[in-house]
């Protein structure tokens, strides 16, 4: 892959590079997950109530510099267990914005067990080229098991005017 350097040429990455992004990526995922403050649990018993804090700048920033080549490292996160680092890892995602987003964040859709994150991914899948994504929202807005998915895909949907 390639990397533009500081007087903007481009230059093909090592994989070295690669790796180095990769760590960038896991390190910025780590601390994402370390963000936010838990109150006193007023839900099920032992289960932390979180708020929602955005990214830091900073964090943003260094991903977007990845552009294209973050994608890999940050979709390995779309697989993990934990509910809150697939949400961060969709975030992220989502903020890339463009072209590269539209296939993790459909598989994101059409395979991820969670309700919310389908739906989280359906919001930043609206940073991609229209073109791209009427078909995968179209097919959640008729097609998802759950109800709220199926409403945010159709809100979705009504924003963007039959061609």
Known sequence: FFLMSSHGQTRRATKANKST????????????????????????????VYTRVPPSREAVKEIREYGDDAVPSLSHHLQSENERERFFAVEFIGL???????????????????????????????????????PIVRE????????????????????????
């Open 140 to 163: 959640a807005a008729k097609a998802d098991t759950d109800e709220k998915v199926r409403e945010v895909a159709s809100d979705i949907l009504s924003r963007y005017p039959s061609p």
């Open 21 to 48: 992004i990769q760590k960038r990526i896991a390190a910025i995922m780590s601390a994402r997950l370390k963000e936010g403050f838990i109150f006193p649990n007023t839900g099920a018993p032992g289960s932390p």
């Open 96 to 134: 890339l914005g463009g072209q590269r987003i539209v296939a993790p964040l459909k598989r994101v859709i059409q395979l991820d067990h969670s309700p919310a994150i389908r739906w989280e991914a359906l919001r930043w899948l609206t940073q991609a080229p229209r073109d791209s994504i009427l």
